[in-house]
């Protein structure tokens, strides 16, 4: 089935920025939407942000405006870029998928495939 295979994640101050990165190359199912998670420290697994082929974008009401998922389909690789960090989104980040046949549309719950994280600390 091959992986996803998170990276980015780091320590960065309030106000900063990061960018992390999917790479999918290795997964062996292609989808047509795909997305981010987030799991903070003791907390439950969320959608934040889904991007379908057809372009169309969803993201959670804290994220809005500060975060964007995009992708690189000749490398392979779902991003997701942060601003304007703030220590409530602290936590793991997966890249995820929705293996949904007619998936695109979809909402930021239906994802059924993730990575193994990559963890975001922001510092007051």
């Known amino acids: 089935q091959g992986r996803l295979v998170e990276s980015g994640g780091d320590s960065v101050q309030a106000g900063g920025s990061l960018r992390l990165s999917c790479d999918t190359s290795g997964y062996t199912y292609r989808s047509d939407c795909m997305g981010w998670l987030r799991q903070p420290r003791g907390g439950e697994r969320e959608g934040i942000a889904r991007?379908?082929?057809?372009?169309?974008?969803t993201y959670i009401d804290s994220v809005k405006g500060r975060f964007t998922v995009s992708r690189d389909t000749a490398k392979a690789i779902l991003y997701l870029q942060m601003n304007d960090l703030e220590p409530a989104v602290t936590g793991m980040y997966y890249c995820?998928?929705?293996?949904?046949?007619?998936?695109?549309?979809?909402?930021?719950?239906?994802?059924?495939?993730w990575g193994e994280g990559t963890q975001v600390f922001v510092s007051s």
């Open positions: 991007l379908d082929s057809d372009g169309t974008t």
């Open positions: 995820a998928v929705d293996h949904r046949r007619n998936c695109k549309g979809g909402s930021l719950d239906q994802f059924s495939q």
